[in-house]
């Protein structure tokens, strides 16, 4: 069965743009988490959303946001972009939002210029 | 102090040898991932553990609640096993994709 499909691989972007990231969860999977990962920082919780809902946000400002739709599919959006955004970003997602395994994408690589 | 720490940050092995990589939490915890990292980004997910011990392959996971503590073993290390494994764990009463991230061992085994 497909893995979870990250959309852009790679993406550059000037400062100041917006960007909007796609994830594809495995079929039946309802739960959608994103993170973001630099060199300085490591990984960090982005968001997750289930069945549509935010159900938690990670410590990032609200250039950062995101949504799911009716199908799981998740995207993400960062507004005025800052060089700092500069990240892979990865999605994993999973069957519920509670004791079960993740299965992750392989991340879009955003370099902001 | 990080919530999430591994020791050791780097690790070169020959191959055969057996390896450990710790990791060590301060946050109350509902269960502890151990995820594989190969260059290029991608990320695999090894174990998830609330408690005792899991196998996989020549892989074994372990966790000690009340150590805080757990350890990710390899035995009969080969170098497809090079890659950077990271701990992370979903907090306690907290939902399971709001990870907390250690920093990452990297692994490299020479032939």
């Known amino acids: 069965k497909a893995g979870v499909t990250q959309t852009p691989r790679y993406l550059i972007k000037t400062r100041g743009q917006q960007v909007t990231l796609s994830c594809s969860p495995i079929?039946?999977?309802?739960?959608v988490s994103w993170y973001q990962q630099t060199p300085g920082q490591g990984l960090q919780f982005l968001f997750e959303?289930?069945?549509?809902?935010?159900?938690n946000k990670g410590n990032f400002p609200g250039r950062f946001s995101g949504r799911q739709f009716s199908n799981s599919r998740s995207e993400m959006n960062v507004s005025t972009l800052e060089l700092g955004d500069s990240a892979l970003y990865l999605c994993?997602?999973?069957?519920?939002?509670?004791?079960?395994?993740?299965?992750f994408g392989s991340g879009t690589r955003l370099t902001v210029v | 102090k990080n919530e999430v720490e591994q020791s050791p940050q780097n690790l070169t092995a020959q191959e055969g040898e057996f390896i450990t990589i710790n990791c060590s939490y301060s946050?109350?915890?509902?269960?502890l991932h151990w995820l594989q990292q190969h260059p290029g980004g991608g990320i695999v997910s090894l174990f998830m553990?609330?408690?005792g011990k899991k196998k996989h392959g020549r892989l074994i996971a372990t966790i000690n609640i009340q150590e805080k503590h757990s350890s990710l073993h390899i035995t009969a290390s080969h170098p497809r096993d090079s890659a950077v494994y990271i701990c992370?764990?979903?907090?306690?009463?907290?939902?399971?994709?709001?990870?907390?991230f250690g920093k990452g061992t990297k692994l490299s085994v020479k032939p």
């Open positions: 994993a997602s999973s069957y519920t939002f509670t004791a079960s395994g993740y299965t």
């Open positions: 079929s039946g999977h309802r739960s």
């Open positions: 959303y289930f069945s549509e809902t935010q159900r």
């Open positions: 946050v109350g915890i509902s269960a």
């Open positions: 553990l609330s408690s």
């Open positions: 992370a764990v979903s907090m306690h009463g907290g939902s399971q994709g709001n990870l907390i």
